[in-house]
């Protein structure tokens, strides 16, 4: 008999969303994080009495109907519209794409006018059938609004050019004939009223957790404390890196409190110009609604990921998709080892994804 049913390594949403499950199935549960509190990228410090989203924004949007329960039942959502405004040469833009996008750029004030600009630029640019970011942008929404609002903002982002990125990525974004600045289509989106760390303490509660505690240091006596491990860290570290390393985007967030209510006057302002160098900055008090008489703002700047700092983004080209798939067959062959999450599935998942494939998960 081991001490444990369950050691959960990582205490973000899927580990979290586990452990509760487990303990509600009557397992004896440890979660260990390597840093020094839970909830993984989700957590938010409270600096100024603003919920800071130390790790980036984190906007809960879902369409579905058991995920948007199941995370109400720990704390109420407040009715958060993710719109965020692009910056172009200091002229704004909506995002995502859509009437009023169209309307700023070209003038037009009709959706077939806009249909027809766009029908025409992908006919000029003569696209079958894309195969990459670049050409995936260019059929959904022409060259102007590849040129103006995607290409710096995506070879910032990832590092790369856009012919050489995977086209899911751009899909992501809707593109609307309709005047709705509503980033996305899911039918249910919030920010937790309090923060995200209510939903983690929560789903924790009266589980055994240990912070400032990395597996890997102690890989051997871990490995011999429970009947079944649930890993949400980096796949490609849990197997020494045998076959080498998957390549990540990191972040690195500037962060300022300003001595004023509202700085920018929308949570997400893109910065979509190659020139200027962070991608994004995000003014956490919108979040909630804040009237706080300070702010905080993050700026985000993105760089490919270096052993010692966060890897945030898979990067899912075919070359990365390749190394991962040698590891996923050794994570299949595991008896003891469930492996969840965005760094053990090196999937570029969403939260209500993430909850998704937790509450599927086999405990
Ligand atoms: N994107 C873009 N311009 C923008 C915002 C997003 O070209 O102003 C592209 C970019 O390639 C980015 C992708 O859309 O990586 C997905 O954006 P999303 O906002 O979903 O990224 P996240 O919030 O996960 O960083």
């Known amino acids: 008999m081991k001490q444990y049913d369950y050691l959960i390594i990582g205490s973000g949403l899927y580990g979290a969303v586990c452990a509760y499950r487990a303990k509600a199935a009557g397992k004896k549960v440890l979660v260990i994080d390597k840093r020094n509190h839970l909830g993984g990228n989700v957590f938010c410090e409270n600096v100024e009495g603003i919920n800071v989203h130390k790790y980036g924004a984190h906007i809960f949007h879902t369409s579905n109907k058991e995920v948007w329960a ?21 002229k704004l833009y909506n995002l995502p794409f859509n009437m009023n996008t169209f309307y700023a750029l070209w003038g037009v004030t009709a959706p077939q006018e806009a249909q027809a600009k766009i029908a025409e ?27 103006t609002l995607i290409k710096g903002y995506t070879e910032k982002q990832w590092g790369r050019k856009c012919s050489e990125l ?23 989106q919030g920010i937790p009223i309090g923060g995200y760390n209510i939903l983690i303490n929560k789903l924790l509660a009266g589980i055994e957790t240990k912070t400032d505690t990395n597996f890997f240091e102690n890989r051997t006596f871990f490995e011999t404390l429970a009947e079944k491990i649930i890993f949400t ?20 967030f500037e962060t300022q409190t300003l001595d004023c209510e509202n700085f920018q006057g929308n949570a997400v302002v893109n910065y979509t110009e190659r020139e200027v160098p962070y ?53 299949k ?10 760094l053990a599935e090196y999937k570029y998942y969403d939260m209500d994804k993430i909850t998704e494939q937790a509450l599927k998960a086999e405990i």
């Open 70 to 90: 199941f995370v109400n039942q720990f704390v109420e959502f407040n009715r958060y519209t993710n719109s965020p405004v692009a910056n172009f040469r200091g």
């Open 121 to 147: 630029q992908r006919n000029e640019a003569g696209i079958v059938n894309p195969q990459n970011l670049e050409e995936q942008a260019i059929s959904l929404a022409g060259k102007d609004i590849y040129e």
């Open 166 to 188: 995977p086209a899911f990525i751009i899909k992501r974004l809707p593109v609307r004939f309709t005047f709705d600045n509503n980033y996305f289509n899911d039918m249910y």
């Open 233 to 252: 860290g980096a796949i490609d570290e849990f197997y020494g890196f045998r076959f080498g390393k998957l390549e990540y985007r990191t972040i690195r």
């Open 279 to 331: 991608t994004r900055i995000i003014e956490h008090k919108h979040f909630e609604f804040g009237t706080q008489p300070k702010t905080i703002i993050s700026r985000e700047y993105s760089s490919e990921w270096t052993a010692g700092s966060e890897p945030f983004y898979p990067v899912n080209d075919d070359k990365n998709n390749a190394l991962y798939a040698k590891y996923q067959q050794l994570a």
């Open 333 to 342: 062959q595991e008896q003891n080892v469930i492996f969840g999450g965005r």
